[in-house]
């Protein structure tokens, strides 16, 4: 099945070609890259999700030695549905210097180019293993990965680096904003609003805890960003709601209503002491609302967590991807990635892959072939490191 030569734009097409949306089975695929890896003569295991429809894959080739390098990737992409693609998004096509597909940017690129590195690292040398990390639900909120981490720890001498391949342009990138969610119900009594003070209406208090939200953008705005924050656009923590339902007539004082409350924290910052500082208002406003009526209150479910990426002090991970790259500018993304899991459990991670994050869930989304050559330079560059 396999060949000789390994390259990694067949590795693309191949992945390319499993339809693995979030939502739906990455077992096939899972089962292929088992395959490929096998061929070298490089075992893997897998971790089945709770649903079993779904798997992580790890592997590792070389020594059996603390001090490896990770690559990482999720093999999920975002859905095509309601996109105007101009070719079948599983199928890769070539035009004008760039590969088409889903997940051609986000993030099959760099998956292709970490088998192909696994596949190369068997034949060689090595003094330091090469460990791959390949995960499911990731364009879901990077939740699934966790369980991925966790077993790689207590299954795997403990690797050194961690290279998350998400799209950078392989620019080196070590920090990146975490996020937190809730979901709010807040819970009213009704009355006609003629009788407005002996009612609750959840519309209004929702908007006293909105509000408090407004208070602490303000605050934070006002503020001088930390060294952390400082190259983050913009740098301080955002709070924002993008979903309110609520209420039945003008008339009525609203009994529910419901909304989705965001946070995007700074490095630096904690999503506990966000979450305890909502979860205090919301107390606050409970309180208030129980001396009209005692059967309201605010209910609170946190819909996502994701720690932010801290750059790191002299990281191992940093200084690899430097060397490897070339590139020594400050780099920090506004978009959430698993690295930040792998960093929270003390492996140091950088973000460094092939493509454009602007490519990433769009119709048509490409790789060029220049990044992909770039991501294979970087690939024969970590070989030669962990041979060295
Ligand atoms: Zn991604």
């Known amino acids: 099945m396999m060949n000789d030569v390994i390259n ?86 070539e035009r004008d210097g760039k590969l088409f ?68 342009m392989m620019r080196v990138v070590t920090g990146h904003k975490g996020g937190l969610g809730f979901h709010v119900h807040v819970r009213g009594f009704e009355v006609h609003s003629s009788l407005l003070p002996y009612g609750v209406s959840a519309i209004m208090q929702a908007a006293r805890l909105i509000d408090w939200a407004n208070q602490r953008n303000a605050e934070n705005a006002a503020r001088t960003p930390s060294e952390l924050a400082a190259p983050f656009e913009p740098p301080f923590t955002t709070l924002h709601v993008g979903q309110i339902e609520g209420g039945t007539a003008h008339n009525i004082t609203a009994k529910d209503c419901r909304f989705f409350i965001e946070f995007r924290f700074v490095p630096g910052e904690s999503p506990d002491d966000w979450a305890s500082a909502i979860e205090a ?33 002299n990281g191992a991970a940093e200084t690899l991807a430097r060397r490897l790259t070339g590139d020594n500018g400050q780099h920090v993304v506004s978009y959430g990635t698993e690295g930040s899991q792998f960093q929270t459990r003390g492996y140091s991670t950088v973000i460094c892959g092939p493509g454009d994050i602007a490519q990433a869930h769009q119709p048509d989304e490409f790789l060029s072939l220049e990044q992909l050559a770039a991501g294979e330079a970087f690939m024969d560059r970590l070989l030669e490191s962990l041979c060295a």
């Not at 890259?33 to 897998?46: A, C, D, H, N, P």
């Not at 309180?287 to 996502?304: A, L, S, Y």
Request: proline content about 7%; glycine content about 8%; aromatic content about 6%.
């Open 8 to 93: 990694p734009r067949d590795l693309l097409a191949k992945l390319i070609s499993y339809p693995t949306v979030s939502s739906d089975t990455n077992l096939p695929l899972v089962e292929w890259v088992e395959m490929f890896l096998s061929s070298y003569g490089i075992k893997s295991e897998r971790i089945l999700s709770p649903c079993g429809t779904k798997a992580h894959l790890y592997a590792q080739t070389g020594p059996e030695i603390d001090g490896g390098v990770m690559l990482s990737g999720h093999t999920d992409v975002v859905p095509v549905e309601g996109q105007a693609w101009s070719t079948d998004p599983w199928v890769l096509s």
């Open 101 to 168: 597909g889903r997940g051609a940017c986000d993030m099959k690129g760099f998956d292709a180019l970490a088998l192909m590195a696994m596949a190369q690292a068997s034949t060689r040398p090595l003094k330091r293993p090469l460990q791959l990390a390949l995960s499911y639900d990731e364009e879901v909120g990077c939740v699934a990965v966790v369980d991925l981490v966790e077993t790689m720890l207590g299954a795997l001498p403990r690797a050194r680096e961690v290279i998350v391949g998400e799209p950078t």
């Open 281 to 313: 208002k919301a107390a606050d406003l409970s309180g208030e609302m129980q001396k009209i009526h005692p059967d309201t209150g605010i209910d609170m479910v946190r819909g996502f967590a994701l720690p932010a990426l801290t750059p790191e002090v």
